[in-house]
């Protein structure tokens, strides 16, 4: 193995000032995540069955559809790693692949929340309407709004390696709107069981 | 380990569905809850390592996004079981 692979690469992948913003998000996400919890300590019953009204299985659904697409990010990350000033071209066509699953999973699951969405606010449901619904709505559309910015930097990325944009000198880009996915999904996989399962 | 990606992913769904299933239990109990809790971290640092890539990066980076998990997950815990 040669230095370069067996030594430990000093910065996260991708631009450093995505980390930053990763950081940031983390923090406020975190935040509202406490906020969540501590207020149904005081609130049980009120949190207990106003969760009865969410889905569980929508939540386990775009758990799944997250999870997945991270995966398929990943792959395409790989093939811009992998790339050479020979294959690049090819590199390319095979990470556009990987990234339009990816943005394919992203579109669904935006789907399924605007489907999820509509059945909360026809029931008459809204930000006042109780503290966990303040709090779901909040937490959710805020992250919505995330795949949402998320599936947009995977376009603009796939339309860059359909004309061949990247090569094995400069996919930083890739990898920044690859870890900016990725923190989307981290995000999920901590919302899923404390808005949906946990009671 | 050529598959890890792979083997990463099916954990992940597999302490998905876990999870989905418990879901379903009209009653959790403390120590269902703490089990889940726990496969959460580790789904979280599967992703922070595997799929951000993190694991090879020097820790001081590394660091930020565990550490931020652990905090989550044990103030949920707290709140959780810690009585009012």
Not at chain 2, 65 to 84: E, G, M, N, Q, R
């Given at each position: ?69 991270s ?70 559309v ?52 404390l808005?949906?399962?946990?009671k | ?8 992913w ?54 930020i ?20």
């Open positions: 193995m040669s230095n370069h692979l067996s030594s430990r690469e000093k910065y996260p992948p991708g631009d450093f000032a995505i980390w930053i913003i990763i950081y940031v998000e983390l923090i406020t996400f975190g935040l509202l995540f406490l906020g969540y919890i501590f207020s149904r300590r005081a609130n049980v019953e009120l949190f207990n069955s106003s969760q009865l009204v969410v889905s569980q299985t929508s939540g386990f659904i775009n758990t799944f559809i997250l999870i997945t697409s995966y398929f990010v990943v792959k395409a990350v790989q093939y811009m790693k992998n790339m050479t000033e020979q294959n690049y071209k090819e590199s390319n066509i095979k990470a556009s692949k990987w990234l339009l699953f990816a943005i394919m999973c992203g579109i669904t699951f935006l789907i399924i929340k605007i489907t999820e969405f509509s059945h909360i606010f026809g029931l008459g449901i809204h930000l006042s309407t109780n503290k966990f619904f303040m709090f779901y709505l909040f937490l959710t805020f992250h919505f709004l995330h795949v949402l910015l998320g599936t947009g930097i995977l376009y603009i990325i796939y339309k860059k390696t359909k004309v061949y944009g990247y090569t094995a000198d400069d996919y930083k880009g890739f990898e920044t709107g690859a870890s900016y996915w990725h923190m989307v999904d981290l995000l999920w996989i901590v919302l899923f069981p808005v949906y399962i946990i | 380990m050529k598959r890890i990606l792979e083997y990463t099916i954990i992940l769904v597999l302490l998905t569905i876990f999870a989905y299933l418990l879901g379903y239990m009209k009653y959790i109990n403390t120590s269902l809850i703490a089990l889940l809790l726990f496969t959460t971290l580790i789904k979280g640092e599967l992703v922070i390592d595997y799929f951000m890539g993190l694991k090879d990066v020097t820790f001081k980076y590394r660091v996004p565990i550490a931020w998990l652990v905090f989550v997950i044990s103030s949920i815990a707290y709140a959780y079981y810690i009585p009012i």
